[in-house]
């Protein structure tokens, strides 16, 4: 099979505009660097640059709030027109305004966590969340918070901002004045709809040594349930089970799902009861969201069909099950304009709109490139 070399292009519409079209490189045997494979429609959408005649684009642009937005788009390199047919651009906001090219551009640029849709004016991407810790079985001496993004606090009871959406591993160790310690550690879920194939489940309620439990998988419904107290008692296969411990104390408790398309993911929880006994801890966590006009964070996929119909996800009618996720970011080399890029490992699913219709773009990975000041 012939492949070819991967042109990426600039542009920055706010300040600049170019319509140079790049030249027709030679062709070299290689795996494409970059690519996007899923389902769109029903039907099977698999774009690789480099073969069927299709690059990919890498752009920014600094828009009106002083955001500087990065773009990849596969689109076939004999278009040179506003609309190009059967073509998919994938960008995302960077997470502050800043006009400022030197100093736009940093590790909080591109996170390695999932990022919300844009809709129409602004989705939070960012949240304040104060933590309290519940104790029990004597007078704590020190608290050690883990917020699950790189920093801690020794703060006993913390308010911490975190600047993306995701889901972060939160953890919390107690040291006691008798010298006990005690630690627990829970996922805490910022504004990510249930994802594909996700065994999400919450602690409902305490009621002495029994808890209520709920279920909110992700994936296609409908599922089945494994659930494993973690007390060595039989397992349950409710959807939202209640459940009685011998004896008070925490427990890991672990969900198993598999969805109706045999996708199965496991989730844990450590969970405590209502006097779980001497040095044991819980936290509640009482989350903030913080405006976001501007659609800081935030991201917005674009099919052109065959005909030339634009579809974008940029719609307040964007399904709470949609998802994006950076996976992971490498430096690239420069374009041919010379411009720095980035290359992004990402995967996907959101509703596209034109109007009253609407495509489905589901299960996707891609790997596109992005330039940047």
Not at 182 to 190: D, K, V
Request: proline share 6%; charged share 15%.
């Amino acid at each position: 099979m012939k492949h070819f070399y991967i042109f990426l292009t600039f542009s920055l519409s706010y300040l600049l505009t170019s319509c140079n079209k790049p030249d027709d490189p030679d062709p070299i045997d290689t795996t494409p660097v970059f690519f996007i494979n899923g389902t769109l429609g029903n039907a099977a959408l698999a774009i690789s640059a480099g073969e069927n005649d299709y690059y990919m684009f890498s752009s920014y642009e600094l828009d009106s709030n002083d955001v500087f937005n990065f773009s990849g788009e596969f689109k076939k390199t004999d278009c040179n027109a506003a609309v190009c047919p059967n073509s998919l651009r994938i960008r995302f906001n960077n997470y502050k305004a800043d006009a400022v090219p030197s100093s736009a551009i940093d590790a909080g640029s591109f996170p390695l966590t999932y990022l919300p849709f844009a809709v129409p004016g602004g989705v939070p991407a960012s949240y304040s969340v104060k933590f309290t810790p519940l104790t029990t079985g004597g007078q704590p001496q020190s608290f050690l918070w883990d917020f699950g993004d790189g920093t801690t606090s020794t703060d006993g009871s913390p308010t911490h901002i975190y600047a993306n959406t995701g889901i972060y591993e939160v953890g919390l160790t107690v040291t006691y004045q008798s010298g006990c310690s005690s630690n627990i550690s829970n996922p805490l879920n910022l504004g990510v709809s249930a994802l594909s194939c996700d065994a999400g489940f919450i602690l409902s309620s305490v009621d002495v040594n029994t808890v209520a439990l709920t279920s909110n998988p992700g994936g296609t419904a409908p599922w089945t349930y494994d659930w494993d107290f973690g007390d060595g008692t039989p397992h349950d296969n409710s959807a939202n089970p209640t459940h009685t411990f011998a004896n008070p104390g925490v427990y890991q408790v672990c969900l198993t799902t598999t969805s109706s398309d045999s996708c199965t993911n496991t989730r844990c929880l450590n969970v405590a009861t209502e006097n779980p006994g001497e040095c044991s801890i819980r936290y509640s966590a009482a989350t903030t969201t913080i405006s976001n006009p501007f659609n800081l964070s935030t991201v917005e996929v674009q099919w052109t069909d065959a005909a030339g119909v634009e579809y974008t996800s940029n719609n307040a009618a964007q399904p709470t099950t949609s998802y994006f996720k950076i996976n992971n970011v490498e430096d690239y080399e420069a374009n041919e304009n010379g411009d720095k890029t980035k290359k992004l490992n990402i995967s996907l699913s959101c509703t596209l709109y034109n109007g009253s219709n609407s495509i489905q773009l589901e299960n996707a990975s891609a790997t596109i490139a992005v330039a940047y000041p």
